[in-house]
Each structure stands twice: as C-alpha cells, then as structure tokens.
C-alpha cells in the first residue's frame, strides 16, 4: 500500500487562524507568476488555507523574481510577490510524480486538500492526470488555467499546445483589435490585467464545483482559459458580428457614438476622463459646465455618431477641451464632482494612494513580508464584507519556509524521514 494511502485527511485549518468566509477550505496550488496564484490568494485572503508548491531547482515562483525588485540589505522581492503571496504557504517540492518520493507527497497533499490550481500546462509530462487525481480524492475541485482550454474541454491541439500568456488572449479574444487609435497598431492593457481577470473567474467556478462538492460528494474538473475569460467580457461585440456582422472599430480616446465621453487634457498636463452616455447625462453636464444647451441641442450635437462628427458637434468638443485646458485637473474633477456630472482624474499611483478617500476606507494594510523581514503596505481586500472581512495573517513567505512544518503535521513525516528526502533535488 502507498504511503498516500494509509495517510488520514487533516481537516484545515491546520496552520493558518480561523477567519473569512472560506475558512475550512484547504487549497492546494501549482501556479506561477498570476493568474493561478491570483486566484489562489483570492481565496486565502478570505479564509482559505493555501499551500503554494514552488520548485526549488528553479528558485520557485518567477514572480518572486520579476524586475523592479525591493532590496532591504543583502535580500530583495518583488513588489508583485510582497502583495500577491501573502497568506500562503511555501512548500519547496519538485512536482514530478515520476518520481516515486515527489509522487508520496504530492498525492498525500491532494488527498488533504479541497482544490488543487494550476496553470503549469505541461501536467501529463509529469505524471498527473485528473483521472488519477479523483481517485485519490474523489471530492477534490480541480481547476486548470491556461491560454487556449485543456484537451478534457474539446479544442484544436495545435491551439491547445500553444504558449498563453495575458496580451496572446487579449489578442486572439478580439479584445486588442479595439485597443488604441484607428490609424495606429492595435494596443493592448498592461499590467496582467487578463490574469487577475481569469483569477476571479476560476474563484467563481471553484467555489461553484465546492458547494457542488460539498452537496454531493463528487468533485469535478474546471477549465479557465484566458482567452475565452476576453471573449466574456468583450460586451455586444460577437452578438452584433452574430447577427449583423457588425465589426466596432478602434476609436482612441475619444467616444464616436456619443459625447461628452473621452479623455481631456488639463491646464497643468494631466488628463480627465469625462463620460456622459445618454440625454439626462449630457444635459446635465452641459448645465454644469455653462454651456448653452439651446446652442447644443442633445440630438445635434451628442447623441449620436453623425451629431458627434457634425461641425456643431466638434464645436462642442472644442468647448470641452477648451474648459479642461483652463484647469488643474483636481480643480475640473471637483466641479464635475459638485454638478454631479461623471469625470475621474487619469490618476498615478502615487495619486490614488494619497487621496485620503481610499485610506478611510480601510484600503491599505501592513503586514511583515517573510523573505525582508519588514513591515511593508500593500493594498487591502475586494469585495468588502460586513461580517467575514478579509485577513492578512502573515506577509509573503520565503521560498520553502513552511516545508517541514506541513511534512511533519499535515503528512506525518519523521524528522528521518525528511532527513532521507534532502540533498535529491525532492524538496530543496
């Protein structure tokens, strides 16, 4: 018998308090640098007990590595991991079930574990298959990431084999097509926003196949793909190809089917995005702005594509840009604020942070990052919860640092035991 076998499930939480909504869930995680991770501190931020699996032959999860990093003496981190690993566990293990030790572990750790993440791709080279992954715990919620779909789902396997990285799913989704100015190559969003996107959309298919789970006893298999996450929320754009073969069309900065809506510059060179969509929202903002709505009538001037490109309706942007570039833009921001009209200051970090706003709101917390030693601030918690409030108990941890801890209390491992795995490239 395998020692898998014999091992009796520990029910969490074993080493994490007892907090948040999702408190008694156990996730396990083999997920690099966003979208898998991001999922899974979703999820532990409100309760969930994570155990994040790193390679240690590779030095562990590349985002403990992205560029710029944060140095404090001899040590440094990136900002990405200091914010996103927080509340996790780091076991180091080389996740290589050809390996019979690698294999013991890493089945011992999914027979205690309520979901297992991944966005490794390259599973069935090492071994797993959800098949065998079932068996092992049939009540087990699995949930692949990646950029095309899983074989399990249907698809083509040339498109299912392909690298997938956030801008490729922005690209094939049809998203990035609409990106940027019409006389200019198409752009596409920064900072991994697709990532963070398809994050909570595995939280919500995981929590579905959970209370599934919990209900029937039977667990099942999730399929998250990053480009499929763009397509979702690409808005009328395939119903209106569907039915009337309708392609929208770059537009920069500026709205074409309405007005006022678009991005302004300001008198000291920052911008203001100002949006009014319908005939109460444009009176209203031309009211507030002193601008003559006898002159601009909301039909000639704002409410459609050909009142937008009319000369009154260029004179009427002209008016706009003309306000703006006669204020600051916290100055334009208020008045629109005080006439109740719909504007945001295109702001830097540095000017969200500072804005009072957001710290009455509770949005920043401090915790210790584990690899620095140092009380660092990262934003807080989204959604806000009256009565289960999300919780950062312990700040990113160090590569390895709770792998004897869960070895010895979760699998029962001796200290020989794991005096036996050092120095084979299992678990360091």
Not at 158 to 187: I, V
Request: hydrophobic share 40%.
């Amino acid at each position: 018998m395998n020692r898998w076998e014999k091992i009796e499930y520990k029910p969490a939480p074993l080493f994490t308090p007892v907090f948040g909504p999702l408190s008694g869930i156990r996730v396990l995680l083999n997920g690099t640098v966003v979208a898998a991770p991001f999922s899974a501190t979703m999820m532990s931020d409100f309760g969930a007990e994570v155990i994040a699996l790193e390679r240690p032959k590779v030095g562990g999860d590349p985002a403990r590595h992205q560029k710029p990093q944060i140095v404090e003496g001899d040590k440094s981190i990136s900002g990405a991991w200091m914010q996103n690993a927080r509340n996790k566990l780091s076991f180091a293990l080389e996740t290589n079930l050809n390996v019979p030790e690698s294999k013991e572990i890493f089945l011992s750790l999914i027979k205690n574990s309520d979901v297992w993440i991944e966005n490794m791709v390259w599973i069935d080279k090492l071994g797993i298959t959800d098949e065998l992954l079932l068996e092992v715990n049939p009540k087990l919620v699995i949930c692949h990431i990646s950029g095309y779909g899983t074989p399990a789902f249907g698809g083509e396997p040339k498109h299912l084999n392909r690298p997938g990285y956030d801008p490729l799913g922005q690209s094939e989704s049809g998203w990035a097509l609409l990106q940027g100015w019409p006389d200019m190559e198409p752009y596409y969003a920064q900072q991994y926003v697709g990532d963070y996107l398809n994050g909570l959309f595995a939280v919500n298919g995981i929590l579905m196949a959970y209370m599934n789970s919990q209900k029937t006893g039977k667990g099942q298999v999730i399929d998250v793909s990053l480009t499929e996450g763009w397509m979702r929320v690409m808005d009328d754009n395939f119903t209106l190809w569907t039915q009337k073969q309708i392609l929208k069309q770059r537009q920069g900065i500026k709205q074409k089917n309405y007005q006022p809506g678009g991005v302004f510059a300001t008198k000291d060179g920052k911008y203001v995005n100002l949006g009014a969509y319908g005939k109460t929202a444009y009176e209203k903002t031309l009211k507030g702005f002193g601008i003559d709505l006898e002159k601009f009538p909301y039909e000639k001037a704002g409410g459609s594509a050909e009142a937008v490109a009319s000369p009154l309706g260029q004179e009427l942007d002209a008016t706009f840009a003309k306000f703006f570039m006669e204020h600051d833009a916290e100055e334009a921001v208020n008045i629109c604020i005080n006439n109740k009209v719909g504007a945001a200051f295109v702001r830097s970090a540095e000017d969200t942070y500072n804005l009072p706003h957001w710290h009455m709101r509770g949005d920043w917390v401090k915790y210790t990052d584990q690899t620095l030693n140092k009380e660092v601030e990262a934003f807080g918690f989204v959604p806000k919860m009256s009565e289960t409030p999300g919780q950062v108990w312990r700040g990113a941890p160090y590569l390895g640092q709770d792998t004897e801890k869960i070895l010895k209390e979760l699998l029962d491992y001796s200290d020989s035991d794991i005096k036996a795995l050092k120095g084979k490239g299992i678990i360091d």
